[in-house]
């Protein structure tokens, strides 16, 4: 079968296209004919080897992706052969709170092979059907952008109607988090420094849009829309803590889950504690919170955006378009 390894070196130009024995589904075990992947950020950090993401030469990039169980180990009952079904990023994290034991052999990084092959096997317990209305791609989207998001804002939140919830940027944990938020009834805020952008969030239901690089001082924009009060909640998707907490209301929360501006950031603590702010990480999440945003996904008939789809040996040019930071929602391959 065909995969994609990073070979050689670390890069875009690294990525190469080769051939590997196709895998046999040992027992409790399944063997999916990969349909389509969707690729996030933390694949450029992964190709490019930057720090904790740096993986072996030879490794298997790409997290997210939907294939349909072809073959199935001896003692296999969670799922039948047909079923259109996506790996989970975290492999061991079925239910409950973060823990180490659970928090290993994340897909596609340094501790795992990922996902872009034409076919690849999985322990039955970490893989969940998707919903049936959505398309291959659509499906692609839901394990790590789809999972942190609906963690943020359903698990880690408590975000009730009428809230004002901030959103900052247009990438795919962005825009669903944007899409779950109207899902809560919440008056979502989105920042972009694309007016086309904010008006493409706006027909998805946000309230209002602020082009951060118009106005650097966004947070006094938050203000002014909430009535000087700040925002419930924002969901920071770009390492922007010191804004992000001058946005969110006394007592409010921020839900950190992204580093798009970099490793590091400062934190000016007096307005932090004035604030009374609660700032939490959020990492993905379980099998048991992807379950979950799957029903939800099916009752509202909710679709994922997808910005563009590439063909299975595009990841190199997929990944050039994501850092242009070009796209709206999420971008895919197909198999």
């Not at 400062?266 to 504690?273: I, T």
């Amino acid at each position: 079968m065909k995969v994609v390894e990073i070979r050689e070196s670390f890069g875009a130009d690294s990525l190469q296209l080769v051939e590997r024995p196709e895998p046999v589904p040992e027992p409790a075990q399944v063997l999916l004919k990969m349909k389509a992947f969707s690729i996030n950020y933390r694949e450029l950090l992964v190709v490019n080897g930057v720090g904790r993401w740096k993986s072996p030469l030879g490794r298997v990039p790409v997290s997210d992706g939907v294939g349909v169980v072809v073959a199935a180990g001896a003692g296999v009952s969670r799922v039948k052969i047909g079923d259109r079904v996506s790996p989970i990023f975290y492999p061991k994290w079925l239910e409950g709170r973060v823990a180490a034991k659970k928090m290993v052999h994340a897909l596609g990084g340094a501790a795992a092979d990922g996902v872009l092959g034409e076919y690849t096997v999985f322990d039955e317990t970490s893989v969940v059907r998707v919903p049936a209305h959505l398309s291959d791609e659509e499906a692609a989207t839901l394990p790590c952008a789809g999972v942190t998001a609906w963690n943020a804002l359903s698990c880690f939140g408590d975000i009730t109607p009428g809230d004002s919830v901030v959103v900052l940027g247009t990438g795919g944990v962005s825009i669903f988090a944007l899409q779950f938020a109207r899902l809560r009834g919440a008056r979502v805020i989105i920042t972009s420094s694309s007016d086309q952008k904010l008006a493409r969030a706006k027909a998805l239901g946000a309230h209002a849009g602020i082009d951060y690089k118009a106005n650097p001082d966004w947070p006094n924009a938050i203000a002014e829309l909430t009535d000087g009060a700040g925002a419930d909640y924002v969901v920071d998707t770009a390492g922007e803590l010191k804004r992000a907490i001058a946005a969110v209301r006394l007592g409010g929360t921020v839900a950190f889950v992204g580093l798009l501006n970099g490793m590091t950031t400062e934190v000016d603590l007096v307005p932090f504690m004035g604030k009374s702010a609660r700032v939490e990480a959020v990492d993905v999440g379980s099998r048991e919170m992807f379950e979950a945003m799957n029903k939800a996904i099916a009752f509202h008939a909710m679709r994922p955006v997808v910005d563009r789809v590439f063909g299975f040996s595009e990841l190199r040019e997929a990944l050039n378009y994501l850092k242009e930071a070009r796209h709206f929602g999420k971008v895919c391959l197909r198999a």
